[in-house]
């Protein structure tokens, strides 16, 4: 959890493959790097075994440039398909029991605090709706009644791409899956509206359709939850296997599910809206 950890033994660097050494020498460790910077530089994660076109792994990579100081950041998944990608990261990854993560993240979070009282070290939660909102729901709930300073982030591809096609409780109403062959009988669960009733401290709903978006959403959300409180990201992050969406046409369907239902929206407390002001406008005086 700090560059010390990736820093080759001086003499050993000529064994390592180019790949690490680019990494090392070229990646976004103790700097912040933009969207318009990529293919600029050696990414923290760039191959994946995820299907050709999914969104989801486009959005874990933009999540990736996103983060503020990668080199101390520690990242909880559970099974799903965003764990594919999210355990080829150069970032230490816990793998939680299904529907623990915010479970392990709370404890996580209070013990880095503990372990390293001089360096602030953030936790970012990314699994997808089944594990959050359907078989995760009392950590989700309790860790931000709690106020716990960590992230959730949602990736939410309304089905459960990783299991065969089984409805979950993000499936919007009616819609029919293969495990699902009557369609669903009920409304999507409005997890955002629950993240309000808790009082999350930054809330967003995304689609991938804007990368710099997408990576600043990501930036505030982590820098709110290191001081402030809970934050929480809702992704749209579509299925194109379960929902048969051609792989050309994965973008499109974002532009037009954005469009439709799931437009961009931020909210914040007035705390967290004030600590993002004054790092902003210290971020301008530097410039």
């Known amino acids: 959890m700090s560059l010390e950890t990736l820093r080759v033994s001086p003499g050993y660097e000529h064994i390592l493959p180019i790949e690490y050494q680019d990494l090392i020498n070229h990646g976004p460790y103790g700097r912040q790097v933009k969207v318009s910077e990529m ?6 994660i760039e191959e994946h075994p995820m299907c050709a076109g999914c969104a989801m792994s486009l959005f874990i990579r933009l999540t990736m440039i996103g983060l503020p100081t990668p080199e101390h950041t520690v990242l909880v998944g559970t099974a799903g398909c965003g764990r594919l990608s999210i355990s080829q990261a150069s970032i230490p990854f816990i793998y939680g029991n299904y529907g623990d993560t ?7 979070k209070r013990g880095l605090e503990i372990r390293f009282p001089n360096q ?3 936790v970012v939660v990314m699994a997808g709706d089944g594990g959050l909102i ?5 950590h989700l709930m309790h860790a931000w009644f709690r106020q716990e300073k960590f992230t959730t982030i949602m990736l939410d591809n309304e089905v459960y791409g990783n299991t065969g096609g089984q409805e979950s409780g993000m499936t919007q109403k009616g819609r029919v899956l293969k495990m699902a062959p009557r369609g669903k009988q009920v409304d999507k669960i409005d997890a955002i509206g629950l993240a309000k ?19 600043r959403t990501v930036r505030r959300a982590v820098l709110v939850a290191r001081e402030i409180g809970s934050s929480y990201i809702q ?7 379960e929902y048969a969406i051609p792989t050309p046409e994965v973008m499109k369907d974002a532009f037009n599910v954005e469009k439709e239902r ?3 929206e931020e909210i914040l407390s ?5 600590y993002l002001n004054e790092i902003e406008k210290k971020d301008k005086e530097k410039k």
């Open 39 to 44: 293919g600029k530089f050696k990414e923290i």
């Open 102 to 108: 915010n479970a392990v993240a709370s404890g996580l």
């Open 120 to 122: 602030k070290k953030d």
């Open 134 to 138: 359907d078989i995760g729901f009392k």
């Open 197 to 215: 009733v808790a009082k999350v401290d930054y809330i967003a709903r995304i689609a991938p359709t804007n990368p710099a978006r997408v990576a």
């Open 235 to 241: 992704a749209y992050t579509s299925c194109n296997i």
């Open 262 to 264: 799931y437009g961009f």
């Open 270 to 274: 007035d705390r967290a809206k004030e």
